[in-house]
T-cell receptor, first 111, second 114 residues
Framework: GENVEQHPSTLSVQEGDSAVIKCTYSDSASNYFPWYKQELGKRPQLIIDIRSNVGEKKDQRIAVTLNKTAKHFSLHITETQPEDSAVYFCAFGEYGNKLVFGAGTILRVKS | DSGVTQTPKHLITATGQRVTLRCSPRSGDLSVYWYQQSLDQGLQFLIQYYNGEERAKGNILERFSAQQFPDLHSELNLSSLELGDSALYFC?????????????FGEGSRLTVL
């Protein structure tokens, strides 16, 4: 079935360092790869997404890279800040259809 | 505020009971999705509706059912509740139909089964 493996499950970094979260997906037909951030007790919110025709996308301190051949995509956060502490979920899907989410990564940024 | 409204926010009930969770999507969104998030778990896809029709089904238990009404709001019905059904149930909406893939989540309905 469809699934996505997300690593690591927890990640602790020092403020100012970079954080990288990696996902591997199973469905070759997927063409949409978003990342969601969920703060404690709150709803998941989209932070960045990438379409299958693009290899990399950047938005300020956040970037996502996609390798469709290897079915890998990664989230990169640079210059981490305490407010980046949250659970991050990768997901994949097809336009207009359901998203399959990874198990999540708990990111802790220590100040 | 995502524009997706879920009620109730909190619900406490007993095993064997039945509850209904309600979701109003963002204005203009035709797709509604239901996800279950148990403690320390990810987001498990339950079911998707598009413009009133069921579009995709995940690992939804037979005790659970859902529908989307003509005004596009959706309800998730959970029956014969068990302790393990305690979770946060999220509704999300999107334009759907092959356009943008972004899902907008509601604040969730936290169900506690005692």
């Amino acid at each position: 079935g469809e699934n996505v493996e997300q690593h690591p499950s927890t990640l602790s970094v020092q403020e100012g360092d970079s954080a990288v979260i990696k996902c591997t997906y199973s469905d070759s037909a997927s063409n949409y790869f978003p990342w969601y951030k969920q703060e404690l007790g709150k709803r998941p919110q989209l932070i960045i997404d990438i379409r299958s025709n693009v290899g990399e996308k950047k938005d300020q301190r956040i970037a996502v890279t996609l390798n469709k051949t290897a079915k890998h995509f990664s989230l990169h956060i640079t210059e981490t800040q305490p407010e980046d502490s949250a659970v991050y979920f990768c997901a994949f899907g097809e336009y207009g259809n359901k998203l399959v989410f990874g198990a999540g990564t708990i990111l802790r940024v220590k100040s | 505020d995502s524009g997706v409204t879920q009620t109730p926010k909190h619900l406490i009930t007993a095993t064997g009971q039945r509850v209904t969770l309600r979701c109003s999507p963002r204005s203009g969104d035709l797709s509604v999705y239901w996800y279950q998030q148990s403690l320390d778990q990810g987001l498990q896809f339950l079911i998707q509706y598009y413009n009133g029709e069921e579009r995709a089904k995940g690992n939804i238990l037979e005790r659970f059912s859902a529908q989307q009404f003509p005004d596009l709001h959706s309800e998730l019905n959970l029956s014969s509740l068990e302790l393990g059904d305690s979770a946060l149930y999220f509704c999300a909406s999107s334009i759907g139909g092959g356009n943008t893939g972004e899902l907008f989540f509601g604040e969730g309905s936290r169900l506690t089964v005692l």
